[in-house]
Nanobody
């Protein structure tokens, strides 16, 4: 069982930056790949970024590549999403998720956080 708690969301102007954190419970954090997803009003949940358990592999959606960076600190049981050059279209609720296998498919993830709101004003 893994419990996830996101933090770091907020309101930012276009071009600004935010760093999201996702703190995980449990002693086996490093055995889980972690994913970040987002859901805007009226839209389906979409993949943003993912990182393997060791941190050695990362994947990004084309829409955030070059602007967002996913990282993790296994000693702190925490995964991060650094978001730079934010755009109004990045506005969404951002969720972190955990699964033993790294994947970009939301339905594959077993554990989810409650989400944190990111709002980018133009």
């Amino acid at each position: 069982q893994v419990q996830l708690v996101e933090s770091g969301g907020g309101l930012v102007q276009a071009g600004g930056s935010l760093r999201l954190s996702c703190a995980a419970s449990g002693r086996t954090f490093s055995s889980y790949a972690m994913g970040w997803f987002r859901q805007a009003p009226g839209k389906e949940r979409e993949f943003v970024a993912a990182i393997s358990g060791s941190g050695g592999s990362t994947y990004y959606a084309d829409s955030v590549k070059g602007r967002f960076t996913v990282s993790r600190d296994n000693a702190k049981n925490t995964v991060y999403l650094q978001m730079n050059s934010l755009k109004p279209e990045d506005t969404a609720i951002y969720y972190c998720a955990a699964d033993p296998r790294i994947t970009i498919t939301p339905v594959a993830y077993d554990y989810w956080g409650q989400g944190t709101q990111v709002t980018v004003s133009s």
